[in-house]
C-alpha cells in the first residue's frame, strides 16, 4: 500500500493518545459510574460511590475482575513428612522352632500415651510363605502392607501359572527382607523414613524356586539396619521380652512351647510396658500350613503377686519396684 501522506479534517482535530494521557483503568470506571449514579436520589448517592470506589480499586492492571489473593495467608507445603510417630504399636516377638517360625504381638495402638485403638492387628500375611509384623506408627505399617501385596500381586499376574500350588513366583521371606532393607535405608535417605521397626518371618527359596527346609526370621529398623536371629524382639520387648526368650529357647523346641514361651512374654510386658495390652495374636509360617494368623485373645493375668501389692513408697525403700 502506498504511504498515507495526509491527514483528514477529523483527524487533525482530534488529539493523538500517548501514554502520558492515557486514561487509567479506575479513570475509566470511575468517569462511566459517575455518570449513571448522577440520576440517584441523593440519600444513597454517597454509599453507591463508596461501593464503586471499593469495586474499582480491587481490579487487577489491565481491568481484569479477579480479585488479588490475600498476601498474609499461609499456604499448606507441597509434601508433608512425618516428623515423629504419633499412633504406635509396641513389641513384636518372633521365635524359630522345629516346624517353622512363629511371631506374637498385642493388639493396641497408642494414640501419644492414651490406649485408643485395642482392635490394630499388626501381623499381616505377605503371601503364602511370608510373614510381617510391625512395631511403630500403624499408617506406615499399612503403607507398607499395601506395597508388599501390589508387589505379590503382580507377581501372581506375571507368573507362569495362576494356581498356588504351581506357582514359583511369590518372593520368599529372604527376598522380602531384603526388599524392605532398600525401602528402609532409601526412605531414610531422603529425610522421610517409614516410622517401623518390620519382623520377617517365613523360609528360604531353594534355586530351582521351591520352598527350602530352612527356616528364616529377621529384622528391619526405620534406617535400613538388618539382621537375622533365631529370636527378635521390637520396641520395649528387646529390653525385657528378649533376655526372657533368650534363656528359655531351645533350636528344637515344638509348637507348644514356642507359643507358651512367646505367651509368657507378652504376660510380662503388659505387666511392665505401659503402651502394652494382654489382648494378642498369634501367628506362625510352617513349610506344610503356609501362613496362619490366629484371632486375637486375652491372656491370663495374676496380680496377686506380692510385689505388685506391697506398698513401695514407704520411708526407707528407693520407691521403685
Known amino acids: 500500500l502506498p504511504p498515507i501522506t495526509k491527514l483528514t479534517d477529523d483527524a487533525k482535530k482530534s488529539p493523538v493518545r500517548t501514554s502520558q494521557n492515557a486514561p487509567k483503568p479506575f479513570q475509566i470506571i470511575y468517569f462511566k459510574y459517575a455518570t449513571a449514579i448522577s440520576t440517584i436520589p441523593s440519600s444513597t448517592s454517597i454509599l453507591t460511590t463508596a461501593l464503586i470506589l471499593t469495586m474499582s480499586l480491587s481490579l487487577q492492571p489491565g481491568g481484569s475482575s479477579t480479585r488479588a489473593p490475600p498476601t498474609g495467608t499461609l499456604s499448606a507445603p507441597g509434601n508433608a513428612v512425618t516428623t515423629r510417630p504419633i499412633t504406635t504399636g509396641t513389641s513384636v516377638l518372633g521365635i524359630k522352632y522345629r516346624d517353622g517360625v512363629m511371631l506374637a504381638a498385642d493388639t493396641l495402638c497408642s494414640y501419644g500415651s492414651l490406649a485408643k485403638y485395642k482392635n490394630a492387628r ?4 505377605v503371601n503364602s510363605r511370608t510373614l ?3 512395631s511403630g506408627e500403624y499408617s506406615d505399617l499399612q503403607a507398607i502392607d ?4 501390589r508387589n505379590a500381586l503382580e507377581d501372581r499376574c506375571t507368573a507362569d501359572s495362576l494356581y498356588e500350588e504351581e506357582n514359583d513366583a511369590e518372593d520368599c521371606a529372604k527376598e522380602v527382607w531384603s526388599y524392605l532393607r532398600a525401602v528402609m535405608y532409601n526412605r531414610r535417605s531422603k529425610m522421610n523414613p517409614l516410622w517401623n521397626d518390620i519382623v520377617v518371618a517365613g ?4 534355586d530351582d524356586g521351591s520352598t527350602s527346609e530352612e527356616p528364616f526370621l529377621g529384622i528391619v529398623d526405620k534406617i535400613g539396619t538388618a ?7 521390637t520396641g520395649f520387648g528387646g529390653y525385657i521380652a528378649l533376655p526372657l526368650m533368650r534363656e528359655k529357647y531351645r533350636p528344637d523346641m515344638e509348637e507348644g512351647e ?3 514361651l512367646l505367651e509368657d512374654s507378652l504376660r510380662i510386658l503388659f505387666y511392665r510396658d505401659c503402651r502394652a495390652l494382654n489382648r494378642v495374636q498369634i501367628a506362625k509360617v510352617t513349610r506344610d500350613r503356609g501362613v496362619l494368623v490366629s ?4 491372656l491370663d493375668t495374676y496380680w496377686d503377686f506380692k510385689g505388685f501389692v506391697t506398698n513401695k513408697g514407704e520411708m526407707g525403700t528407693d520407691g521403685g519396684w
Open 146 to 149: 499395601d506395597m508388599l501385596r
Open 132 to 134: 510381617i509384623g510391625g
Open 122 to 125: 499388626r501381623l499381616l500375611p
Open 258 to 260: 514356642a507359643r507358651a
Open 295 to 298: 484371632d486375637p485373645y486375652e
Open 203 to 206: 523360609f528360604r527359596q531353594n
Open 227 to 233: 539382621y537375622e536371629d533365631d529370636i527378635l524382639a
